[in-house]
């Protein structure tokens, strides 16, 4: 899975990268390319369960980010369009908001701070990336139903593309446009940036992270905003390992921002996480709420979806509660399930194929 950084120009997106992902130095240039980094999903169980099980190797779920330069209103349309396009395959946006004034840091570009200001312009951004794929694509079916190609079809998709113009145009992302499912499916290829789930990572002075007015943006921005002072976080994922928890405390930081932005980037996109184990290695894996057993084997191989045959599934709170894998068999938790199972979070799942 993959998570776009995005946001006005000095809003500290770079930042949030280096504190997340750990990149900094060279690989970091400021203000022109993207950048893109892997990082291990941090999850308790899979630790739990590699200390029951004693694999040789550990796994964690991996996420990807990707950060482009700021986008603004009033940089050319081109220029936006093309910035925006390294966004197009990510499952997931994080819109870093500038909520911080630092004699240190470039100014804000709009002078002073306005979070819902910052988050219109974005959304508006978007929307406009968006509407240029939307154009593009009317004049091409207007053109093929004028040469009489797939009349019926095309008519029907312009039909659709002309509510998302009207949509668009007014500022309405598509993702909020009660769409069918044969509708959504339909544009699933054109990677609309609109429809993508979006949260909010509120970037703060340190001072700032605790007061109540802070909280209470937050909380209006959305259910899954997270408060970060990005600067010292960076800073802080630049020490060795062992050294960071004490500067977090010291922050009043439970965890750093790696593991809140992923959070909350699994609330938002609604992502769960599934488990595997044995001999070589214990692993998680990571699917969307609602994936079936047969999805959940197809990530792992396309021949254990192909050759399935069933899912061997023991709840994880069936394991936490036996303490290990054999015990819990014994004590009849192990399930089968078949292809149509809704795979739970936490479920530790051993696959039965053939091929
Ligand atoms: N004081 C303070 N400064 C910050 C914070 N986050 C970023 N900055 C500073 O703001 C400046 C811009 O940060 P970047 O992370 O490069 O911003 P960006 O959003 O990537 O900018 P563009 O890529 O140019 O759009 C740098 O000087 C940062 O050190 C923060 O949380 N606090
Ligand atoms: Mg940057």
């Known amino acids: 899975m993959k998570i776009g950084i995005l946001g006005l120009p000095f809003s500290g997106k770079t930042t949030l990268f280096e504190a997340i992902t750990g990149a900094h130095g060279a690989a970091v240039e400021r203000g022109t390319a993207a ?5 291990n999903v941090p999850d308790p169980r899979v630790d739990v369960l590699a200390r029951a099980v004693n694999p040789r190797k550990t796994t964690y779920a991996l996420m990807d980010f990707v950060d482009i330069p700021g986008v603004a209103s009033d940089m ?3 220029q936006v369009v093309s910035v925006l396009s390294a966004l197009r395959e990510v499952d997931g946006l994080v819109h870093v908001v500038r909520w911080f004034d630092s ?3 470039p100014p804000h570009p709009r002078g002073a701070l306005d979070p819902r200001r910052d988050i219109a312009e974005i959304e508006a951004e978007l929307c406009v990336a968006d509407l240029d794929i939307v154009e593009r694509r ?6 093929q139903i004028g040469r009489g190609q797939e009349v019926d079809k095309s008519r029907r998709e312009l039909g659709l593309m002309e509510r998302l113009k009207t949509a668009l145009e007014g500022g309405g992302r598509i993702g909020a446009q009660n769409l069918t499912q044969e509708e959504s499916a339909l544009l699933r290829a054109y990677q609309f940036l609109s429809e993508k789930p979006m949260f909010y990572v509120l970037n703060v002075h340190e001072d700032a992270l605790h007061r109540p007015e802070t909280k209470a943006l937050a909380e209006s921005l959305g259910p899954n905003t997270v408060i970060i002072a990005a600067r010292v976080e960076k800073e802080i994922a630049e020490l060795e390992p062992s050294e960071r928890a004490e500067f977090l405390q010291g922050l009043g930081i439970g965890e750093p921002a790696a ?3 992923i959070r909350a980037g699994y609330a938002a996109i609604g992502l769960r996480s599934f488990l595997t184990q044995g001999d070589p290695e214990v692993r998680a894996w990571t699917i969307r709420a609602g994936d ?3 999805a959940a084997a197809g990530k792992i191989h396309s021949d254990i979806a192909r050759g399935f045959i069933r899912a061997e599934v023991t709840a ?3 394991f936490e509660k036996h303490g290990s894998m054999k015990e819990a068999r014994n004590q009849g938790c192990q399930r089968l399930e078949g292809k149509e199972y ?3 979070d936490g479920d530790i799942v051993l696959f039965r194929f053939k091929v």
């Not at 009317?138 to 053109?143: A, Q, S």
């Open 138 to 143: 009317m004049e091409k079916l207007e053109k």
């Open 35 to 39: 950048h893109e980094a892997t990082v």
């Open 292 to 294: 079936t057993a047969l």
């Open 76 to 78: 050319k349309r081109e």
């Open 259 to 261: 593991h809140r932005v």
């Open 342 to 344: 809704v795979m739970e």
């Open 103 to 105: 004699p240190s840091a």
């Open 316 to 318: 994880w709170r069936d």
